[in-house]
């Protein structure tokens, strides 16, 4: 028996604080995508127990996905809040995380879905966590990555980060035109490709 890949994560953050009354209507915005929801012990997160159907394929394996709602202020240090305020041109006041168990081409393409219909909903962008690069096996240099995505609609935007080990490295996050667009690229990836 293979063992699963990975676990994928993103995030979505947004210009606003997420109100009680907009959390609860997210079940319903998600249901073109989502058949099946329960909360979590938490009260904070919900688990999206079944994928139904994407835009343009179905999901045959029902698999789990987390969403939880994270409160920027203690998810978050203040050095890297102030890059994402910098880079973004706003303050990050609400904060979601999104969660594969796998990390499979469909648990990716699932994620991102789920990613981009909560970035609609709550007006925010998605960010990635870590630099993203297309899955098409093309070696690129980070100049030949920033052009690939400059060529698609919206905007990605590049934050800066230091590593505990004084490594300055970058996070990809887009903006819900630019994911629209690279949902339906062939290269699609949620992250790094291995």
């Known amino acids: 028996m293979p063992s699963p890949t990975p676990a994928l994560r993103a995030w979505v953050l947004t210009p606003v604080g997420l109100a ?5 209507r ?10 099946t ?31 939880s709602f994270l409160d920027p202020f203690t998810s978050m240090g203040r050095e ?16 979601i995380e999104l969660y594969a168990q796998e990390g499979s081409k469909d648990d990716a393409l699932v994620l991102g879905h789920l990613a981009f ?22 070696y690129r240099t980070e100049a030949q990555t920033a052009a690939f995505f400059a060529a ?26 630019l994911m629209r667009d690279w949902l339906r690229h062939p290269a699609f990836a949620m992250g790094r490709t291995p």
Do not use: K
């Not at 997210?26 to 058949?35: G, I, Q, W, Y």
């Open 20 to 24: 009680e009354a907009e959390r609860e």
């Open 26 to 35: 997210l079940p319903r915005a998600l249901s073109s995508l989502c058949s």
């Open 37 to 67: 929801f329960a909360p979590l012990p938490s009260g904070l997160s919900m688990r999206i127990a079944r994928i139904d159907a994407l835009a343009y394929r179905p999901f045959a394996e029902a698999h789990l996905y987390e969403l």
């Open 80 to 95: 890297e809040r102030h890059a994402y305020e910098l880079e973004l041109g706003w303050p990050v006041l609400g904060r």
């Open 117 to 138: 219909a909560v970035a609609e909903h709550f007006g925010g962008v998605i960010d990635f966590g870590e630099e993203l690069e297309p899955a098409d096996g093309v």
């Open 152 to 177: 698609l609609p919206g905007r990605m935007y590049e934050v800066a980060y230091e590593t505990r080990e004084g490594d300055l490295l970058v996070r990809h996050v887009c903006d819900g035109r």
